[in-house]
């Protein structure tokens, strides 16, 4: 019926026993957050801390700023010319 016969392997699994085999409970990693600013000096920086193996959140435009939900921890701000991190209030 489906054309010539071949050779197939297949399995199944319980999403349920396989949480169970997991013996630490997952931590959210946490995030950098980048303000929507059109600045390529952010956007390098944003894309250095990426490079750096960090999680880098960019708001969008129109964006409440809800830092708790994305798990951000810290944020990009403009200091003296230069985009420094700083931790989330």
């Known amino acids: 019926v489906f054309g010539r016969s071949r050779p197939a392997t297949g399995f199944s699994a319980d999403l349920q026993s396989l949480i169970g085999l997991v013996n630490e409970k997952a931590t959210p990693r946490?995030?950098?957050?980048?303000?929507?600013?059109s600045d390529p000096a952010l956007i390098a920086r944003v894309e250095e801390l990426r490079a750096q193996g960090e999680r880098v959140i960019v708001e969008l435009p129109g964006q409440a700023n809800n830092l708790s939900e994305?798990?951000?921890?810290r944020i990009l701000v403009?200091?003296?010319g230069k985009w420094s991190i700083v931790p989330a209030k």
């Open 30 to 37: 946490t995030a950098i957050f980048a303000p929507a600013v």
């Open 70 to 73: 994305q798990v951000c921890d």
């Open 78 to 80: 403009q200091r003296d």
